[in-house]
Every structure is written in C-alpha cells, then in structure tokens.
C-alpha cells in the first residue's frame, strides 16, 4: 500500500482501521508498522477530524422562541393550513372538469368531417379541370 493511497482511505473512512474495507486493513496495518512518518501523520489528522466530528453537538432551539417566531409571522398562519379545507376539493373538481374537456376534445377531433370522395382519394378519371358535385333533390328523387 502507497502513501497517498492510505492517505486517501483515512480521508475516507476516518482514522479507525476497522471501519477500512476488510482488503485493506492489513496493508494499511503493515504500513503503519513499517514506520512510514507520512502514514502515521494521516492517521493522526484523521483522528483529529474524527474527534471533531464525534464532538459536535447541534443547538437546539427553545421551545419559546419557537413559538415566538411563529406568531410573530405574517398572518401568524401558513398559506396551506389557511386554505387547506377548500383547496383540496377544489383541486380534485379542477382535474376532473380538465379530464372532462380533454375528453370531449379527443372525441371532437376523432369525427371524421363530412368530404367528398375527390378530396380524400382522387380517382384515375379526375382531371382536376372541373369538379362534379352530385345533389339530389327531394322532388328529383320522387321521378
């Protein structure tokens, strides 16, 4: 094992060998016990670190300035426990009215519109040069 490669296992995994991958703990131990001033420093510095580290304590804030600073912001509520009795209803009739219109929309745009023949699928006859439009009248119909 190098130097730096014990240098950056302690950076890793702190200053306790144990805490090591189970590969690397006997080169690690035999580096150590070979005298290497570079790995013992390393090792030092992250016992330092881990000590800092197991040290800290967070702060914890009063319950009475807790509470202070919450009645002391604005409308003393939030924006969601005010409305949270209607939004959500609210919310549900607003999704179902969308699906209700995306629906019809859908359904709307599936209707094939009323075309002639010619303007789908032009036949071999048509020329293009004049359109024929059949009509049928009610008293053309009764002869």
């Not at 035999?30 to 005298?35: D, I, N, T, V």
């Not at 005010?82 to 209803?89: E, F, H, K």
């Not at 023949?117 to 040069?129: A, H, N």
């Amino acid at each position: 094992m190098t130097p730096e490669r014990f240098a950056y296992l302690a950076d890793a995994y702190g200053a306790d060998l144990r805490r090591w991958p189970d590969a690397e703990q006997a080169p690690a131990q035999a580096l150590l016990r070979s005298g290497n001033v570079h790995a013992r420093e390393t090792l030092q510095q992250a016992r330092w670190l881990d000590s800092q580290l197991d040290s800290y304590q967070p702060l914890v804030a009063d319950a009475a300035l807790v509470r202070q600073i919450r009645r002391s912001a604005v409308g003393g509520e939030s924006f969601w426990s005010r409305y949270a009795g209607w939004l959500s209803p609210a919310g549900l009739v607003g999704v179902g009215i969308a699906g209700v219109v995306t629906g019809m929309l859908v359904a709307s745009m599936s209707v094939p519109l009323p075309m002639r023949s010619s303007d789908v699928l032009p036949s071999v006859f048509d020329q293009g040069d004049a359109e024929v439009v059949f009509t049928v009248n009610a008293e053309e119909a009764e002869q």
